[in-house]
Structures are given as structure tokens and as C-alpha cells.
């Protein structure tokens, strides 16, 4: 039998229609959270514009009540060690697996380096203790480690449960509306429920798959920071759907994947900081337009930024910004971007504005 080969732009319409962007779901967050395997989270807003971009009719009540009620929380050390947002489920079946990395890279990190000669499954042990007791910020966290090793560097003994011990970042931080510093507290804690004894990458794989297939094992390996992946896709081949993209890769699928007509229309979309539907990935030419030597996530430092897609592929960034009582989402848009789609880019990021800071701002799109 012919393996099939799947083109560019099959595979941005069928990322599109798996991270539920071709048209808003009708479904709880809850049940989005899990369907995309967790959200990035390293902003406290990114979520909700996350899950406002792919949902119809979300609202920030609904997130701020799992997050509240302990049924979804913001992991620290998640997939590339970064913070993502996932469901309580989620949360003590996929830290576990990811252990390995956190060890590696830490011991490659300058923080590493100043803790050689220690234990630090020690440090963990004493960090746990007293993060069981109150959650802690890092510096907290620091200060109180320094009182046991006096002599190494207290950032350095801060950042060994920071990589090492399963953490969540507790309410008031990343509630909508409200502030807080990034403290920490030990995920089994806060959840209540231990971590999974035998967590299964099996699973994580078809799930990958399943939210952003068909793709390479070195896309997994990009989003995840998972080693050792090609071994796991082989053990699975058999029950797994296999393809060619236009260069000849190997791409992998779960069987029942949904796929998607390469000329279904793809509406405007904009996302927050650093969205996995860009960093899903190894290869972004499915959703990067491939005569971008470089792109970027937004259009100047500071605030709240983001990026937008046009007909489905990234077309350039938007930033909030804040004067008194005037909000403007300001646009900067790609070359590629054809007049006919500005008032669609323009309609879109107004929606976006609205849902950020309501009716109540004086409100305005800037497009350049």
C-alpha cells in the first residue's frame, strides 16, 4: 500500500481543526485543558485568551473555578520545564515522566553547578517539609534553605525543588482579575492525591497525537522535552497511522485522528504568549509561513502580548496596552497579511480587547 503523503497546508488546516480553532468548541474548559494535554501558563492571563480564542462562549468564571476548587492547577517544571496549566488528572500522570528531564537539566544549569557536592534529593526532602507547611515564593524558599547550607549559594539550593519536586503555583496566582507572587507548594499536597506510580508515555503519546498530529516523533520530542521518543513511537507503529510529509518525514498519527481539507477556511485567531499551537512543533512550517527567516511571538516588550494568525498561519503580534482609562490592542502585521483581511484581523483583536478589560475602557485597535 502507498503511504500518503500529506501537503503544507492538509497538515495547518488539521493542526487548526485539533487545537479547535477552525471554529469555537462547544465544550467546558475543563474538558479543553485536557483535549490539548495542558496550556502554557507562564503569563496568568495566557490561559484564559488560551481557552477564550477556542471556545465559544467561555468565560473566566468557569477557569477560576477549577483552578479554585483544585480540579486544574499551573505546573511548575511542566513540558520543557515550563509552566503549563493542567487538570488535576493530568497533573499527577504526567509530572512523573518528565522527572528525568528536570534532573538533566538542572544539573546542566548554572544553579547546578553551584549545588555539586550536595545531595539534592536532601535539599527536595527539606524543601517539601517546609512547603507543606506554607506555600513560598523562591526567594522565601531561598532564605529558608540558606539557613541549612549557609555556605552555598541560596538561589542556587531554591532552584533544586524548583526543578526537582512536582509544584503547583497555588490561587491568588493566576485567578482573573486578581494578583499574587509565583509561590509554590508541593503538587501532591495541593491536590490531595499522590503522584502516579506508573505514569504511561504510551498514553501521552496518542494524546500528543491525538491534539497535534499527524507529526514527527521530533515534534513531540519539541513540545514535550521528552528523550527517548523514537523507541516508544516504533514500540506503538503498529497501532498507530503512518504518513510522509512533502519532504518524505515519517509522520504519526492516531488511527481515528481528525483530519481536515486543505482549502477549509481558517478564521483570524489570536493567542497570548508563547501558545503551543506555535511550540507544538520542532518543524512550525505548518502554521509559520516558510519565507519567514524569523518570526516573533509579539510586536515590542512589555504588557500583555501575544500573536494572530490570518487564514490560518502566523500573520504577526498584538500588544495591550494601558493609559488611564483607554486600552488599545495595538496590531503589527506581516507583509503577507492582504487588505481584504485587515477589517477581519481588526474585528477579531476588538472581541480580544473587549474580553481583556471589558466595556469599561475607552477601546481601541491599532493596525500597522
Do not use: C
Amino acid at each position: 500500500m502507498k503511504t500518503q503523503v500529506i501537503d503544507r497546508r492538509t497538515l495547518n488546516r488539521t493542526l487548526l481543526r485539533r487545537q479547535l480553532l477552525l471554529a469555537r468548541a462547544t465544550m467546558p474548559a475543563a474538558e479543553a485543558i485536557e483535549h490539548l494535554v495542558g496550556v502554557q501558563a507562564q503569563e496568568p492571563p495566557v490561559p484564559y485568551i488560551t481557552l477564550w480564542t477556542r471556545l465559544d462562549g467561555f468565560v473566566p468564571a468557569e477557569l477560576v473555578a477549577l483552578l479554585q476548587k483544585r480540579q486544574a492547577a499551573r505546573v511548575n517544571a511542566l513540558y520543557r520545564m515550563t509552566i503549563h496549566l493542567v487538570s488535576a488528572d493530568d497533573a499527577v500522570e504526567i509530572r512523573p515522566l518528565l522527572q528525568t528531564l528536570a534532573r538533566r537539566v538542572l544539573r546542566n544549569t548554572y544553579f547546578g553547578g553551584n549545588l555539586h557536592g550536595l545531595d539534592t534529593d536532601e535539599i527536595v526532602a527539606v524543601a517539601k517539609t517546609l512547603l507543606s507547611e506554607r506555600p513560598m515564593t523562591t526567594a522565601e524558599l531561598a532564605r529558608a534553605l540558606a539557613e541549612r547550607w549557609p555556605d552555598r549559594d541560596p538561589h542556587s539550593l531554591a532552584m533544586a525543588p524548583r526543578f526537582l519536586l512536582p509544584t503547583v503555583q497555588p490561587p491568588p496566582r493566576g485567578l482573573w482579575g486578581q494578583t499574587g507572587p509565583p509561590r509554590m507548594a508541593p503538587l501532591d499536597d495541593w491536590l490531595g492525591r499522590p503522584m502516579a506510580d506508573a505514569p504511561s508515555v504510551d498514553r501521552l503519546v496518542r494524546r500528543y497525537l491525538r491534539a497535534f498530529g499527524p507529526a514527527l516523533v521530533a515534534d513531540m520530542a519539541n513540545w514535550s522535552g521528552l528523550t527517548g521518543l523514537r523507541a516508544v513511537f516504533e514500540q506503538l507503529r503498529p497501532e498507530l497511522r503512518v504518513a510522509r510529509d512533502a519532504s518524505g518525514r515519517e509522520l504519526f498519527d492516531v488511527p481515528d485522528g481528525l483530519m481536515a481539507a486543505p482549502d477549509e477556511p481558517a478564521p483570524v485567531r489570536f493567542f497570548g504568549q508563547y501558545d503551543n499551537v506555535f511550540l507544538g512543533h520542532a518543524d512550525r512550517s505548518r502554521i509559520v509561513p516558510a519565507d519567514l527567516a524569523q518570526w516573533s511571538a509579539a510586536p515590542g516588550r512589555g504588557g500583555l502580548t501575544g500573536s494572530l494568525t490570518v487564514d490560518g498561519f502566523w500573520a504577526g503580534g498584538w500588544r495591550l496596552v494601558r493609559s488611564g482609562d483607554r486600552a488599545t490592542l495595538q496590531v503589527v502585521l506581516g507583509s503577507m497579511v492582504t487588505a481584504a483581511s485587515r477589517a477581519e484581523v481588526e474585528s477579531e483583536g476588538g472581541a480580544l480587547l473587549r474580553f481583556l478589560v471589558g466595556g469599561e475602557a475607552d477601546l481601541s485597535v491599532e493596525l500597522s
